[in-house]
């Protein structure tokens, strides 16, 4: 999972402000578009303590049900508790860690952060010889929020095999 703009937080002291989920709102009034500024601060708070290593503060503003899809293309993964548990694993084994050129956008109830991502593994990987091999792809991560603005989904676009790929799958 990789997970991660500057934004307006729609937060005051780290509680909602007058424009908080628990308030109903009609499409496209300004109480959406708090949601939305609200929603891009947690996603992008998210996305900069992956950048940092600092697990307990990714996992803050996250649903304990949440699901983590990553590209789709294997299982998901189901449970504050065991996407903890992975991301914990792929902080441990990446170093130098970077998003750069990081931009939020959002619709609805949906943030998605693009952004050039680049790190260097330590050891060799989930069984791949990735020791010492440095990656550098570009991403975007789509988080999705339930109404009290945490995260409930999240969903990468670049594939796990692409990720690795530098560090040559399979070998």
């Known amino acids: 999972m ?4 500057a934004c307006n937080t729609g937060t005051k002291n780290g509680a909602p402000d007058s424009d908080s989920a628990a308030n109903v709102s009609t499409p496209g009034t300004s109480s959406d578009e708090g949601k939305e500024e609200r929603n891009k601060q947690v996603a992008m708070d998210a996305t900069k303590a992956v950048i940092n290593n600092n697990p307990d503060e990714a996992f803050k503003n996250m649903a304990s049900d949440a699901i983590d899809y990553n590209d789709g293309s294997g299982p998901a993964t189901k449970g504050l508790d065991s996407i903890r548990a992975g991301m914990k694993m792929w902080m441990s084994n990446v170093q130098d860690y970077k998003g750069d050129n990081l931009e939020a956008l959002a619709d609805g109830n949906k943030v998605m952060i693009y952004g050039d991502w680049s790190g260097k593994f330590k050891g060799d990987f989930m069984g791949m010889k990735t020791a010492g091999k440095s990656f550098k792809v570009k ?15 999240h969903r990468s676009v670049q594939s796990m095999s692409t990720l690795f790929a530098p560090a040559g799958p399979g070998k």
């Open 2 to 5: 990789i997970l991660l703009t």
């Open 139 to 153: 991403d975007v991560d789509i988080f999705t929020f339930n109404d009290e603005g945490k995260i409930k989904e």
